[in-house]
């Protein structure tokens, strides 16, 4: 039930999403361009070849890209929550997000565009990849393979290259910097057709290995030695876990920026809609996160139109809003 | 159907530290129940992670049907040894079924559940454990003796031949600790298990087995191995063996 009106809502907000604004375009104009666009109708244009652009070349893509980001990151967060047994655990908590800002920034103010427009999010890719590498080798060095250690060398890592970012914006050139704090707050308006497969395939095959997974998910939740004696093999599934989460997080991020609170409080929803069981947590999880970045994107563009403010600060706004009452109710509940 | 479970000079050390559990020895039969008493320290929890494939033993092995439970998968072995262990989900909401559920996770092949027969024997087991009313609560709303079920529950829902219960009874009032006893020697499976109270000991333990120090203090019958000046090595505390007043069975009192 709570799948099927989510599934409605989420067409719903993308269509809203295409037909709110700067230039207003009437949802009559914007579906018979989509039912053009899409070979269905062959019709007779009746619109302006900017409205077309608009629609095609720039709402759908970055929707469908906000889509993806918010189902992506929400999907990692319930994982990661259940396999640290931490309600706070977040993709940007374990220090990927903070490795891929760092290959963005090493992009925009050092070494310039050298593969062209693909350099940010190469570059950002890879930093994600490398604060991945570190996180799991310190977690090796320290012997740390528990829940709370993993948590614990994430946020030091996240630290340390957060240090090396703003070293970097320091040195920088002042003007260059605003395009870096741009980045680092996140937005979805570079979204372009040709992208967006990588996105996408990325987020189908680790939403399948997460979902496919539920089972022992949640087997961790109850505890570590609990899982095993259920045949799980609790250490490496959660760096497997952990690793899959950071390829994921690191495609989004390298598209989106880095874009907070999703990841960390769309399972929490998704939780009080479906109960504590991952195989519903995770599609659940998708469905939210996909809607609700759809909306953080158009109030993010609309509330200073015709200039769009980064989607990050919609979504602290609301996330921390959002943080503080849920801690409310949850000492409530508590006996 | 019970198995049978040979420790086999079984020792643990942590690796580079002293010795945890020295070399021991046992056989279970299959159905039989072994309780392992102990002070604080003495090695019980090592000697059951042993048993449930969690620590590989430094020397020695651990046989469950003549076969060293470190030649079959950790899945199989979940398949044959249940635990119940102190460990309880804290932060999320899982319901009563779903934890019960979760004993099914060893027999999961491809796509996530799998078996149709999974539900039948949860409900089951919900059931014995006069659990039903409860499926749909989230465990963190329950009362300490129910939670304590809903761990048997999930326990057995993996259907093993040998359970393994750490303290079963530890922070339950008188009747469930009397409930939870009970139930489990109904089950006719092979049992090992740890316990504090010594009087509880015998009367659940089928053989009892005394560790202090890590290492085997005595091993065998109830009856016979809980002797006072036993005890007193044991525990370092005063024994006295006394006749309840009905003539019938004899119990313990202890002092400093």
């Known amino acids: ?335 | 159907m019970a198995a049978r479970l040979e420790v086999r000079n079984a020792s643990w050390n942590p690796p580079g530290l002293p010795t945890v559990l020295h070399p021991l020895k046992f056989t279970l039969e299959p159905g039989q129940r072994l309780v392992v008493v102990g002070p604080n320290g003495a090695g019980k929890s090592t000697l059951l992670r042993l048993v449930y494939r969690y620590l590989r033993p430094s020397s020695g092995s651990v046989l469950i049907d003549d076969t060293d439970i470190w030649n079959i998968g950790a899945p199989a072995a979940a398949r044959t040894v249940a635990v119940v262990l102190q460990e309880q989900p804290a932060e999320f909401a899982l319901t009563v079924a779903e934890i019960a559920a979760l004993g099914r996770v060893p027999y999961r092949r491809g796509i996530v559940s799998g078996r149709t027969g999974d539900e039948v024997i949860t409900d089951r087991v919900l059931r014995l454990l006069r659990l039903a009313g409860l499926r749909n609560r989230i465990l963190s709303t329950l009362s300490g003796g129910e939670r304590q079920r809903v761990m048997l529950a999930r326990a057995l829902v993996q259907e093993p031949d040998l359970l393994v219960l750490d303290e079963p009874t530890n922070h339950l009032d008188i009747r469930n600790q009397l409930e939870i006893l009970a139930i489990v020697r109904e089950l006719g499976v092979t049992v090992i298990c740890s316990l504090h109270d010594l009087n509880m000991a015998a009367d659940f333990a089928d053989q009892l087995l005394v560790l202090h120090k890590g290492r085997m203090l005595a091993h065998g019958d109830a009856g016979e191995v809980l002797n006072t000046s036993l005890i007193e090595r044991a525990f370092s505390v005063r024994a006295r063996r006394r006749r309840s007043p009905d003539g019938g069975t004899s119990y313990l009192t202890f002092h400093l």
């Open chain 1, 1 to 335: 039930m709570t799948f099927v009106a989510a599934t409605v809502v989420l067409v719903m907000s993308l269509w809203s999403a295409l037909v709110i604004g700067v230039v207003p375009i009437p949802s009559g104009v914007v579906g018979d361009i989509l039912l053009y666009r899409l070979g269905i109708s062959d019709g007779r244009v009746a619109w302006s070849t900017g409205q077309e652009a608009i629609i095609w070349d720039l709402r759908l893509p970055r929707s469908i890209l906000a889509c993806f980001v918010g189902s992506g990151l929400a999907v990692i967060g319930a994982s990661l929550q259940s396999v640290t047994r931490n309600p706070l655990a977040d993709p940007h908590l374990l220090g990927i997000s903070s490795g891929s800002a760092l290959g963005a920034i090493v992009a925009l103010l050092h070494v310039g565009l050298v593969w062209g427009p693909a350099t940010v999010p190469l570059l950002s890719f890879a930093g994600a990849l490398c604060a991945t590498v570190i996180v799991l080798l310190t977690a090796r060095f320290t012997s740390s393979a528990t829940a709370s250690g993993l948590v614990l060398i994430g946020i030091a890592v996240a630290f340390v290259l957060t240090a090396m970012s703003n070293l970097l914006i320091y040195l920088g050139e002042a003007r260059a910097a605003h395009t870096v704090v741009f980045w680092m707050l996140g937005g979805l308006g570079l979204a372009q057709w040709q992208h967006l497969v990588y996105p996408a395939v990325v987020l189908v095959a680790s939403g399948t290995f997460f979902w496919f997974n539920a089972g022992a998910l949640n087997a961790l939740t109850v505890g570590d030695e609990t899982a095993s004696t259920l045949g799980i093999r609790v250490v490496q599934f959660r760096y497997l876990t952990f690793a899959v989460g950071a390829l994921l997080t690191a495609v989004l991020v390298a598209y989106s920026g880095v874009i907070g609170f999703v990841g960390l409080m769309i399972p929490h929803i998704a939780r009080m809609f479906v109960g504590g069981n991952n195989f519903l947590i995770i599609p659940a999880s998708a469905l939210f996160g996909g809607i609700f970045l759809l909306w953080a994107d158009i109030v993010a563009r609309s509330i200073l139109a015709p200039s769009e403010i980064p989607i990050g600060i919609v979504t602290g706004l609301v996330g921390g809003v959002f943080f503080i009452w849920l801690l409310r109710r949850r000492n409530h509940s508590w006996r």
